[in-house]
């Protein structure tokens, strides 16, 4: 009988105890991000979707058209091409194309190409409605970009 | 229950545990056989999030395989990135750089305790109480603001490279993993003194969901289970890889084999991540991050590797077949969650159904990773 009544009374307190935790929580700084009113701050290495590094000797990008990029893509969401200009020795890239739906931001094509062509954007309100949203254009996203 | 009496079958209720309920967390379908609220036999269904991990690594290039490893137990994914590069490592016979190894350990046990959070507050959740959820996942943040400076992800991380890993953890990381240890250990108290004293939890949990050292073996459980069951097996110590070696850490082992036993578990073995964290920040060398002779294009001589670590859930093993070539001949994952999730069919026999719910939150389980 003691022991049944002491079970009680230390459920009891055990309860008590756990509401005094919680109600003295309420009293604390709130500690979420009062998003959209607060933006929340993205470090430097953040893995956005990938974009065009601009490169100032050349008022342009620095892609050479390897490849590498496309061909380290485990989902094989980027697609280029490029063509030869007359007069010059080496392609020039003409269209450059990521399908944003099927990559998962690995980032091994950042790694993988050669002059550091790409980087990763700090974009992440991508909310859409069409598919077609997602399908980027890099030379164009860096001839928009101020 | 009375064990002896049995229902005939056609007599007993078939309810649909899953896949989309709540308790399951995620595409997990039971299917129970039911007399009154006792289970008379629980058949887990798997595959509804079949993806077919091993073949498709088979379909690409060794280095294009990394993020795949994340996605199996998303909750620990650098447990698995860690896993992946030591194999390929092996197999390709390359030192890696001391600092890089401490790079590891420190992220990869930040990460633990990120996973057992989520665990905590779903499994509280699981038995009724909402509030330790919004707790549990404010700690989380803290450890994956950290991780996300580091990696640049919050999830699915891809963080480790093989000979080493891509990015340098720098000052503001140390000193905000230092700050976190402290104010970690202070919030375990915290747990304790709301969660672990709480009458209700000791009720639901106490004595209830065996899962004996038998058990564990015949299905051939892992990690939190196994060591709540008295089984002192933990692969970073029995079987030290990277650099667990070096530190001084405890394996907590419970021989109670119920709920409880299972849940202490992990709550001890938090302070021993934190523990370790303590240590490898301590004695963080400085040096290179990635090892010199790594090949352009990975050709793992042929032969066949395997290399086994301690994941949050168990013991993740991955076995790999190379033909000499650029692409996997074979990659065989051994996941925890998969013989982990197998056991609660035979577990929960006899039990009641809001207990069994109970027995499924303790077991932790991630269902991608059991349908790989």
Same mark, same amino acid.
């Given at each position: 009988?003691?022991?049944?009544?002491?079970s009680?009374?230390? *459920?009891?307190?055990?309860?008590?105890?756990?509401?005094?935790?919680?109600l003295?929580?309420?009293?604390?700084?709130?500690?979420?991000?009062?998003?959209?009113?607060?933006?929340?701050?993205?470090?430097?290495?953040?893995?956005?979707?990938?974009d065009?590094?601009?490169?100032?000797?050349? +008022?342009?990008?620095?892609?050479?058209?390897?490849?590498?990029?496309?061909?380290?893509?485990?989902?094989? +969401?980027i697609?280029?091409?490029?063509?030869?200009?007359? *007069?010059?020795k080496?392609?020039?890239?003409?269209?450059?194309?990521?399908?944003?739906?099927?990559?998962?931001?690995?980032?091994?094509?950042?790694?993988?190409?050669?002059?550091?062509?790409?980087?990763?954007?700090?974009?992440?309100?991508?909310?859409?409605?069409?598919?077609?949203?997602?399908?980027?254009?890099?030379?164009?996203?860096?001839?928009?970009?101020? | 229950? $009375?064990?002896?009496?049995?229902? !005939?079958?056609?007599?007993?209720?078939?309810?649909?545990?899953?896949?989309? &309920? !709540?308790?399951? &967390?995620g595409?997990?379908?039971?299917?129970?056989?039911?007399?009154?609220?006792?289970?008379?036999?629980?058949?887990p269904?798997?595959?509804?999030?079949?993806?077919? &991990?091993?073949?498709m690594?088979?379909?690409?290039?060794?280095?294009?395989?990394?993020? $795949?490893?994340?996605?199996? /137990?998303y909750l620990?994914?650098?447990?698995?990135?860690?896993?992946?590069?030591?194999?390929?490592?092996?197999?390709?016979?390359? #030192?890696?750089?001391e600092?890089?190894?401490?790079?590891?350990?420190?992220?990869?046990?930040?990460?633990?305790?990120?996973?057992?959070?989520?665990?905590?507050?779903?499994?509280?959740? /699981?038995?009724?109480?909402?509030?330790?959820?919004?707790?549990?996942?404010? /700690?989380?943040?803290?450890?994956?603001?950290?991780?996300?400076?580091?990696?640049?992800?919050?999830?699915?991380?891809?963080?480790?490279?093989?000979?080493?890993?891509p990015?340098?953890?720098?000052?503001?990381?140390?000193?905000?993993?230092?700050?976190?240890?402290?104010r970690?250990?202070?919030?375990i108290?915290?747990y304790?003194?709301?969660?672990?004293?709480?009458?209700?939890?000791?009720?639901?949990?106490?004595?209830?969901g065996?899962i004996?050292? #038998?058990?564990?073996?015949?299905?051939g459980?892992?990690?939190?289970?196994?060591?709540?069951?008295?089984?002192?097996?933990d692969?970073?110590?029995?079987e030290?890889?990277s650099?667990?070696?070096?530190?001084?850490?405890?394996?907590?082992?419970?021989?109670?084999?119920?709920?409880?036993?299972?849940y202490?578990?992990?709550?001890?073995?938090?302070?021993?991540?934190?523990?370790?964290?303590?240590?490898a920040?301590?004695?963080?060398?400085?040096?290179?991050?990635?090892?010199?002779?790594?090949?352009?294009?990975?050709?793992?001589?042929?032969?066949?590797?395997?290399?086994?670590? #301690?994941?949050?859930?168990?013991?993740?093993?991955?076995r790999? @077949?190379?033909?000499?070539?650029?692409?996997?001949?074979?990659?065989?994952?051994?996941?925890?969650c998969?013989s982990?999730?197998?056991?609660?069919?035979?577990?929960?026999?006899?039990?009641?159904?809001?207990?069994? @719910?109970?027995?499924?939150?303790?077991?932790?389980?991630?269902?991608?990773? @059991?349908?790989?």
């Open positions: 009988m003691a022991a049944y009544i002491k009680i009374l230390v *459920g009891t307190w055990s309860l008590i105890a756990g509401l005094a935790i919680t003295r929580f309420v009293f604390k700084p709130v500690v979420t991000c009062q998003y959209p009113h607060a933006v929340p701050k993205i470090p430097d290495r953040y893995r956005g979707h990938i065009f590094v601009y490169d100032p000797a050349t +008022c342009s990008h620095k892609c050479i058209v390897c490849g590498m990029c496309q061909k380290t893509c485990p989902s094989g +969401c697609s280029l091409e490029g063509e030869k200009l007359e *007069g010059a080496k392609k020039t890239l003409s269209v450059y194309q990521l399908n944003f739906t099927t990559c998962s931001l690995c980032g091994l094509c950042v790694e993988a190409c050669p002059t550091g062509a790409l980087t990763f954007s700090k974009e992440y309100n991508l909310a859409g409605f069409d598919e077609k949203e997602y399908h980027f254009d890099l030379i164009k996203r860096l001839q928009e970009r101020p | 229950m $009375n064990a002896e009496y049995q229902l !005939p079958e056609d007599e007993c209720f078939v309810l649909n545990l899953g896949p989309q &309920h !709540p308790s399951t &967390h595409v997990a379908r039971i299917k129970l056989t039911l007399d009154g609220e006792y289970i008379c036999k629980a058949e269904v798997l595959g509804y999030i079949h993806r077919m &991990h091993e073949k690594a088979e379909n690409r290039t060794w280095p294009q395989f990394f993020p $795949n490893t994340g996605r199996l /137990d620990h994914a650098l447990a698995y990135n860690q896993n992946y590069a030591c194999l390929v490592e092996r197999a390709l016979a390359i #030192e890696v750089p600092r890089a190894e401490y790079i590891r350990v420190i992220t990869t046990e930040l990460n633990r305790i990120a996973s057992h959070m989520v665990w905590y507050g779903a499994f509280v959740l /699981d038995l009724g109480g909402f509030t330790p959820l919004l707790y549990t996942f404010d /700690d989380r943040e803290q450890i994956l603001d950290l991780l996300e400076s580091v990696t640049g992800s919050r999830l699915t991380f891809s963080y480790f490279r093989f000979g080493g890993v990015n340098d953890i720098d000052d503001d990381f140390i000193a905000g993993t230092k700050t976190f240890i402290s970690m250990r202070e919030r108290k915290m304790h003194a709301l969660i672990t004293k709480n009458v209700i939890l000791i009720n639901r949990l106490k004595d209830i065996f004996p050292a #038998e058990m564990c073996r015949k299905y459980a892992s990690g939190p289970v196994a060591r709540g069951a008295g089984i002192d097996y692969v970073r110590r029995n030290p890889y650099i667990y070696d070096r530190f001084e850490f405890e394996i907590p082992v419970y021989h109670e084999a119920d709920s409880m036993a299972r202490m578990v992990r709550m001890d073995e938090i302070l021993q991540s934190l523990r370790i964290i303590e240590q920040i301590a004695t963080l060398p400085a040096g290179p991050i990635m090892a010199d002779k790594v090949p352009k294009l990975i050709r793992p001589p042929k032969g066949d590797y395997y290399h086994a670590v #301690e994941t949050a859930r168990g013991r993740l093993g991955m790999a @077949v190379s033909d000499g070539s650029a692409i996997p001949w074979r990659l065989k994952l051994r996941t925890p998969f982990n999730m197998l056991i609660f069919g035979e577990a929960c026999r006899g039990m009641l159904l809001a207990d069994a @719910v109970a027995l499924f939150g303790s077991l932790d389980l991630v269902i991608p990773d @059991v349908d790989k």
